[in-house]
């Protein structure tokens, strides 16, 4: 089974902080996804990555960078965390072996509280 | 721009009766995909089913059915003989066939089954 791990289920952190949220997947998957999920906006992409250090902006950049060095890691920062960053953040990766389109695989998700 | 609408938020109902969740979705594209996930509790997301936009079958998958109508740009989700275990938050979502395949997700509907 895919397993896709996050470094925190929970995390509260202060205003102006620098935030680190890990991921990890175990299927050696080319494409990794963070989302962040806030009530009545669903899930929406800040970044992706298709490969080792390769990444690409999302819808809702802004306030964010990403790291990939190692293909089964991949990083989320905030570089300066606000109180509008209080979000639940989902990582996500996806294999591209196999069949045309496969689906994505989900990690439990971090929520993380900016005060 | 690629849009996914579940226009219900919030469904209750009593254990054992059949419910339907909407979702609509609007591309462009002739080639896509079309995902439901369910999101329990627990926080992670885990995926249902996978349909592309040349096939229009119907699909059943034990109390789970799932009706996709090109012609309505719908793809809606019934749970027949709900039980508890069915409440959690479904979100829909839409992936271009090309490129780097993001999903779009909608708001999601959050069921509540009660005993």
């Known amino acids: 089974d895919v397993k896709v791990t996050q470094s925190s289920r929970y995390l509260v952190k202060r205003t102006g902080e620098k935030v680190f949220l890990e991921c990890v997947q175990d299927?050696?998957?080319?494409?990794m996804f963070w989302y962040r999920q806030d009530p009545g906006l669903g899930l929406r992409l800040i970044y992706f990555s298709y490969d080792v250090k390769m990444k690409e902006k999302g819808d809702i950049p802004e306030g964010y960078s990403v790291s990939r060095e190692k293909k089964e890691r991949f990083s989320l920062i905030l570089e300066s965390a606000s109180t509008n960053q209080t979000s639940m953040y989902l990582c996500?990766?996806?294999?591209?072996?196999?069949?045309?389109?496969?689906?994505?695989?989900f990690g439990p998700g971090t929520r993380l509280t900016v005060l | 721009a690629q849009k996914v609408t579940q226009a219900q938020t919030e469904i209750s109902v009593v254990e054992k009766e059949d419910v339907t969740l909407d979702c609509v979705y609007e591309t462009r594209d002739t080639t896509y995909y079309l995902f439901w996930y369910k999101q329990p509790p627990s926080g992670e997301l885990v995926f249902l089913i996978r349909r592309n936009s040349f096939d229009e079958q119907n699909e059943i998958s034990g109390r789970y059915s799932w009706n996709f109508q090109k012609s309505t740009s719908s793809f809606n989700f019934t749970i027949t003989a709900s039980q508890v275990v069915d409440s959690a938050v479904y979100f829909c979502?839409?992936?271009?066939?090309?490129?780097?395949?993001?999903?779009?997700f909608g708001q999601g509907t959050r069921l509540t089954i009660n005993p």
């Open positions: 299927m050696d998957h080319e494409n």
């Open positions: 979502a839409l992936s271009e066939g090309r490129g780097a395949q993001k999903l779009v």
């Open positions: 996500a990766s996806r294999g591209l072996a196999g069949v045309a389109y496969n689906e994505q695989f």
